[in-house]
C-alpha cells in the first residue's frame, strides 16, 4: 500500500468551543494557569443540545486552520498498515481495509477530526421508538414500559451499526466514568430511559465537559440511579437529604478521593495524601442537589389493564426544579482552600441558581483534568500511563490553547494523538496496553465481519453472564464503580510486584475467560437469534484456502499485526492441517474461517490491545 500523507493533516479547526447555551458560558477558570497545549487542538464543538436534550449533530468543519505547535508530534502519519489499524482500533471500534488506506493517505489528526465531526446519524432514543418499542405501542401485550432487553439491542445496536464510530467509542469510555446501569432503573419505560442518557454521553461527547456534568446531573436516568430524583430537604421528623450524588459527583465524576498533581500523582502532606473533600463537603453539597424530580406532565399516560402507563418523554426531559423541595439552608464547600465557596439560600430559582455553583466550582477543582485525563486514557490506550502522557491531556482539557477549559473535542484527541499513544517503542514494552474489554471484542468482531440483523431489532440482549456469555454488557455496570476500578491490581502478579495496575482484569476469572470462549465459538460459527445476525464472513472466505493470507488479514484488522510470528506459525500450521482447498465443499471452507478468527481471539496478543 503506498503511502500519500496529506501535509494538510498538521492542520486541524481551531474554532473555539462553545457552551450548550447561548447566556451560559464556559468558564475557564481563574485557579487553573492557561497551559497552550502542544499536542492537536481540536475545538469544534455540537451545535444546540441543551443540557439532557436530544442529541445533536456537531458542526461540520468548515475550515482548517493551524493546529498550533504541530512540530512536537513525532507521529503524524501511518508508515504501515500496522500502525494504521492500531490508530483505528484505538479511536473506533474497529479497522477495515479502506479506513487504514484512508489513515495513511490523510494522516492521524486529518483523519481524526473528519471522523469526530461524522453526525450522529440516529439517536437511541429515536431507534426504541422506530422499533415500534415506544407509547405508541404502549398496548402491546409485550408490555414493552415493563421491559430492559430492548435497552441492551439499543446498545448494541448503537455500538454496531453507528457510522460515528469515533463518537462510539468516545462515548463508550465516558459511559464507564459517568456511570448509568440499566440494573439500576426500576420505572415504566426504562430502556428508554438508559438510551435518553446515552443519548447525553454521544451529545456531549466533543462538547463540553461542564455542560456534560450538568447533562448527566439532571438527566433522569442519573437522578433514579444515584437518588437525586425526588430529593428533599430536611425536616423537624428527621428527615434529611439524600447523599448518594453529592457524594460520587465528586468521588467518581469530577476530583477524586485525593488531591493530585498535574500529572495525575497525589499531592502529599507528611507523607500522605490530602483528602480531596470531606464528609461535611458531601452534606452541604447534597442540600444543592434537593428539590429536582422526573418532569412528567398532566395529560401524559393512559391506562392499560388498570394501570396508568405514563409517555416516554419524561424518560429523555432534564429533571424539574420544585422550589418548595429544596433545602432552604445554605451550603458551603472546600472550606480553607481556594476553591471555597458559599452558596447562599434565596427564594424563586435559587436552588437552579446553586446548581450551577456547585458544578462550576467542581468543574474549576484543578483535580478534574488530571483526574479525567487519566481514566480516560486507561478506558482507550493503557493502564499505567506515565505521569508525563497525564500532564499533557490534562493541560488540554485545562486549556485548549484558546483560553476554553473543559474541551472534550480537544481532550480526546490529544489523548489519541500523544506521542505515547502512536509511537511504536511502546509494542515492545511488557508494561504497556490494556486487556481489551470483553463488550469491545464483541463489538469489534461484529464491525469487522459485517454482522447485520436481518429483522433490524438487533436481539442480542444482555451478555453479563460470565459463565456462558461475555461477562459484560454497555450500560450494565453491576454498580456506579462501573465493571472495575481504574487501581485495581490483580493479586500475585508481576503487574502487583511492579505496581502498577490492571483494571480489566477485575473482571477476569476462570469462569469468565471460558465462557467468553465458548460464547464466542457459538456466535462465530452460528450467529445469534436463530440465525437473524450471521456475519457474511465473504473477504474471509475467500481466503478459506489460504491460511498464510487468512491469518495475516485477521492479524492485520483484528490485531493491528501484533500477532507474534510464532503464534501465526502455530495458526497457519492448524489451519493446514485440515487440508482446505478451493475444491473443498463451502462448509469446509467456513469452517477454516471460524477455527481462524476463534484462534485469534483467544490468543494473548489480541487479548491484550497495544
Known sequence: MNTVVDRSSKELLAQPNQAAHADEPVRSGALVPSVLASTA??????????????????????????????????????????????????TQMSASEGEVTSVRTRGFARYLVERMDVPIAQTGFDWLDARG????????????????YMGDDMAWQQLITAPDAVRKRASLALSEFFVVSLNGLDISWRSHFIAAYWDVLNTHAFGNFRNLLEAITLNPAMGLYLNTRGNQKANSSGRAPDENYAREVMQLFTIGLHDLNLDGTERLSGGRPIESYTSADVSNLARVFTGWDLDQRPGESTVVNGRTIP???????????????????????????????????????????????????????????????????????????????????????????RGVRGDLKATFAAIWLDDEARSPAALT??????????????????????????????????????????????????????????????????????????????????????????????????????????????????????????????????????????????????????????????????????????????????????
Open 133 to 148: 418499542y415506544g407509547f405508541s405501542n404502549v398496548a402491546s401485550p409485550d408490555n414493552y414500559y415493563d421491559q430492559s
Open 429 to 610: 514494552s511488557n508494561t504497556y496496553g490494556k486487556l481489551r474489554e470483553p463488550m469491545l471484542r464483541f463489538v469489534q468482531w461484529a464491525r469487522t465481519f459485517g454482522l447485520a440483523s436481518n429483522n433490524g431489532r438487533w436481539r442480542i440482549g444482555n451478555l453479563s453472564d460470565a459463565s456462558s456469555q461475555l461477562g459484560q454488557s454497555p450500560l450494565r455496570s453491576p454498580s456506579v464503580f462501573n465493571f472495575f476500578r481504574p487501581g485495581y491490581v490483580p493479586p500475585a502478579t508481576q503487574i502487583a510486584s511492579n505496581g502498577q495496575v490492571a483494571p480489566e482484569f477485575q473482571i477476569v476469572n476462570e469462569t469468565s475467560v471460558g465462557g467468553y470462549l465458548n460464547y464466542m465459538y457459538g456466535v462465530v460459527r452460528n450467529g445469534l437469534f436463530g440465525g437473524d445476525m450471521v456475519p457474511p464472513y465473504t473477504a474471509e472466505l475467500a481466503l478459506a484456502a489460504s491460511p498464510v493470507a487468512l491469518i495475516e488479514r485477521l492479524n492485520l484488522l483484528m490485531c493491528a499485526g501484533q500477532i507474534s510470528q510464532a503464534n501465526r506459525t502455530l495458526m497457519v500450521s492448524a489451519l493446514d492441517s485440515r487440508n482446505v482447498t478451493a475444491n473443498s465443499s463451502a462448509q469446509a471452507r467456513r469452517d477454516n474461517v471460524f477455527a481462524a478468527i476463534l484462534m485469534v481471539m483467544a490468543c494473548p496478543e489480541y487479548i491484550v490491545q497495544k
Open 311 to 401: 409517555t416516554t418523554d419524561y424518560a429523555r426531559r432534564p429533571m424539574r426544579f420544585i422550589q418548595s423541595r429544596n433545602s432552604e439552608i445554605g451550603a458551603t464547600l472546600f472550606v480553607g482552600t481556594p476553591l471555597s465557596v458559599t452558596i447562599s439560600p434565596g427564594t424563586a430559582n435559587s436552588g437552579t441558581a446553586a446548581l450551577k455553583v456547585a458544578l462550576d466550582t467542581l468543574f474549576n477543582h484543578p483535580n478534574v483534568g488530571p483526574f479525567f485525563a487519566k481514566q480516560m486514557i486507561q478506558r482507550l490506550i493503557t493502564s499505567n500511563p506515565t505521569p508525563a502522557y497525564v500532564a499533557r491531556v490534562a493541560s488540554v482539557f485545562n486549556n485548549n490553547g
Open 41 to 90: 487542538l481540536l475545538s469544534a464543538c455540537l451545535g444546540g443540545g441543551g443540557s439532557g436534550g436530544e442529541a445533536t449533530a456537531p458542526q461540520p468543519i468548515s475550515d482548517i486552520t493551524t493546529l498550533g505547535n504541530v512540530e512536537d508530534f513525532s507521529f503524524e502519519s501511518a508508515t504501515t498498515d500496522a500502525e494504521a489499524a492500531r490508530f483505528l482500533l484505538q
